[in-house]
């Protein structure tokens, strides 16, 4: 099923940028950003269904900075976001948290298209993050599941660049290096006896794939990174990010997966409607599919 999904995700991609990319011929320096604001709100007074008052924002940049120069190339891109949502019964708590930088070293082989490649990725979030969803613990903010470093994801390696233009290429890397971090103690919830559940740090047990009591772990595998945006429609855009990463030290055939889908429906120059839905199959995090979902009316920024 797995392999199933990552195949529809990357041919529907591939089918709609068909004929609608263009060779990038410019040398130099280019830049692009937009800061984009979300809000969502919801009020109620003497509303007899019920419901409860609510707040939420959520800020993003997605900011890139590339070069070009006859044989080389150097494309990156910073991505960073955060969230929160406001309400009676809860207080505030995170709805987003995301910090990623990607960064490809290219020199451009015989091939029209192909170059020799080197990738780096880093990923890690701003802040803590907590689990609120077990009714045993309630909402006890002393026990962390996640924060800054914690854990943080580092991997880069050799490899084949295909690009055709800034909205559509794929970078190739067979011999990547894999780190995941932990600077210090988070905690995971131990409820196989629902009479006693309890805390446990990642001293204690293993967290992320990291073994306790360890501060990284090490993977060595294939990466692969595609990456295209074209226009559905006027003023309506998406934008795919497909991550894949196989261990070769450890069952290869389990291959990691994020996927990033970012629509931008556009109202005029200040605001749009935006969708964002993101997807991460990591069983080292959790054993099946994290989702992620933010939708909501933008003020966007280009800078």
């Known amino acids: 099923m797995k392999k199933l999904i990552l195949l529809i995700l990357f041919m529907v991609s591939a089918i709609c940028v068909h004929g609608q990319t263009k060779t990038d011929s410019l ?24 419901g409860d008052n609510n707040l939420a924002a959520n800020v993003s940049i997605n900011y890139d900075f590339n070069y070009k120069k006859g044989p080389w190339l150097w494309d990156n891109k910073v991505l960073a976001s955060y969230g929160v949502t406001i309400n009676d019964d809860d207080g505030m708590r995170k709805t987003d948290d995301r910090l990623e930088l990607n960064s490809v070293l290219g020199r451009k082989l015989d091939k029209k298209y192909w170059s020799y490649s080197f990738f780096m990725n880093f990923r890690t979030q701003f802040s803590n993050g907590y689990d609120y969803n077990d009714d045993f613990i309630g909402d006890n903010e002393d026990f962390p599941t996640s924060g800054f470093f914690k854990p943080a994801y580092w991997s880069f390696g050799p490899g084949f660049l295909w690009k055709k233009s800034q909205n559509f290429h794929a970078n190739f890397s067979p011999l990547t290096s894999k780190f995941t971090l932990i600077t210090s103690e988070i905690y995971t919830i131990n409820d196989d006896d629902e009479t006693n559940v309890f805390y446990e740090s990642s001293n204690d047990i293993e967290t992320y794939g990291v073994a306790p009591g360890k501060k990284a772990l090490y993977e060595f595998g294939f990466n692969f990174r595609g990456y295209y945006k074209f226009n559905i429609m006027k003023n309506i855009s998406m934008e795919n990010i497909l991550n894949l990463y196989s261990n070769y030290l450890n069952r290869p055939k389990n291959v990691d997966m994020d996927y990033t ?41 280009g800078f």
């Open 261 to 301: 889908m970012n629509i931008v429906m556009k109202i005029n120059d200040v605001f749009s409607t935006n969708l964002t839905f993101q997807t991460i199959y990591d069983d080292n995090a959790f054993e099946g599919f994290q989702i992620r979902e933010v939708f909501g009316l933008g003020i966007n920024y």
């Open 27 to 50: 040398e130099g320096w280019r830049t692009d950003g937009k800061i984009t604001f979300l809000v969502n709100q919801s009020a109620f007074s003497n509303w007899q269904p019920g």
